[in-house]
């Protein structure tokens, strides 16, 4: 079995353009989103050890905010969810499985989490 290092950013709440009905097709829509990133491990992380031997969060949470394209609705969460799994394979040949949770914070009458979780692996 090989070691990995797992990345992970839960809970990130971002409006995004996404729904099947009318009401909710035409204004953003509250999403929390939480990932976490399965990363090629190195064998040991000295007191001095370089970022660029992990990946920065911050490249986690572009993938569910910036890089999300403007002015583009998504018909299903799961088509979120998927952009940003494609986004972070493409941005590290080092990411080799990407789980995305996405609640739909709109929908939610009594607390209640409803939405989907969705586990790609490096094609």
């Known amino acids: 079995m090989r070691d990995l290092l797992q990345l992970q950013v839960h809970d990130f709440e971002v409006q995004v353009l996404t729904g099947v009905y009318s009401e909710e097709t035409h204004l953003p829509q509250p999403l ?8 090629d491990c190195p ?9 660029s ?4 969060y911050l490249d986690l949470k572009h993938a569910a905010s910036e890089a999300l394209p403007q002015g583009v609705h ?6 979120v969810a998927d952009h940003i ?13 990407v789980e995305v949770s996405i ?21």
């Open 32 to 39: 929390r989103i939480s990932m976490t990133v399965d990363l």
């Open 43 to 51: 064998e040991h992380f000295a007191p001095d050890t370089p970022l």
């Open 53 to 56: 031997a992990s990946k920065s």
């Open 74 to 79: 998504f018909t299903l969460i799961e088509g």
């Open 85 to 97: 799994a494609r986004t972070l394979f493409i941005s590290d040949p080092r990411v080799q499985r």
């Open 103 to 123: 609640v739909k914070l709109a929908i939610a009458e009594a607390g209640e989490s409803i939405g989907i979780r969705l586990v790609r692996h490096r094609p």
